[in-house]
């Protein structure tokens, strides 16, 4: 606004030339006597008549069309503020009970799911909770994913690790952390009663706030950790920037969850999760430690996770179908 109003006041004063006296249209000319043209002819002395005859006018003209001026600016700025605006829906220093956004569902996911009684939300959209996963508990689980992925690593900047299966990424390739011998030193019984606790609250949480029961809904796969980086992408599983509807991506994904391990700001920079919704509108969430982000998994959540700058960023992906041929058990060790 304030572009706005230097942009008004420093519009030039129109400079002009009076050859008409505006009251009355009375002819004024110039005085004789300080003309140093005095000699000159009388033709030169007679105003110049406007071909049309007299401009237009009317009582506030100049008023009126500044108001019209300013009217439309207000009209462009807030025509280009509806367009690619950005919204943060959680910032990573808020915490929030819950905090959710109701969408419409894509014609496809309701579609999909009228098949399974019972499955189908009342409202498609995102919530994200901070008050769901303690603490510690976040820490357990951000042990688990570190002391799995020094097993392995990705070449690339995506480093995943399945709990459930063992696979994790490994050069341009998958392993199973299982087979080696290392695997009996980094994992525990009770680290996986905290990730099946852990998973079971998420799961209630995701039943809880889409209205449906929670035997309705099962654990699918892939559910993993991720650990993500600046690294240059060597297959196509780094790329994590690129925009994708989860429910395309992986095949039997009906409600997706993720919980952040670490802080964005603080432990990495970029990294930041972004819904690509109408009117180029981007809703982005800024990962928290402990912060569960829970959505469809259908075209109305389409999304991406911003390219980490900075840091190492780690999350874990659960989630849920409505399929109970997908669903996947609890992992054991
Ligand atoms: O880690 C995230 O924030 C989201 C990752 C994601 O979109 C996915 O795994 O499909
Ligand atoms: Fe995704």
Redesign the pocket.
Known sequence: MYIIYKIIISMPKKQVKKTYCQHNNKEILPDKSTSNNANHNDRENVPIQPKFGPALSFPYQKIWSRCILISGLFLIVWFNSKQGKEIIFAKQHDTFLSRSQHLQCAPDYTNELKIYPGCLPEKCGRIVTDNLISSQETDTLLQIAKNAMNLGGSDGGATIFDLHTGALSKGTKFINVYALKQASSIFNSTDFNIYKIIKTKIHHAVAHHFGVDADKIFLTKPT?F?R?TNTPAKTIHDK?WLP?I?KN??EHFHY?S?L?LNDFGRDFDG?R?IFIDKNNVNTT?E?RKGRV?IFTSGAENL???ERVNTGT?Y?L?VSFTCNINASISDPSY
Do not use: K, N, Q
Request: aromatic share 22%; no cysteine; net charge neutral.
């Open positions: 993993f991720s993500m994590y994708h989860d991506t992986y997706t993720l952040y990294g999760f969430i990962p982000s999304h991406l996770v960023r999350a992906t």
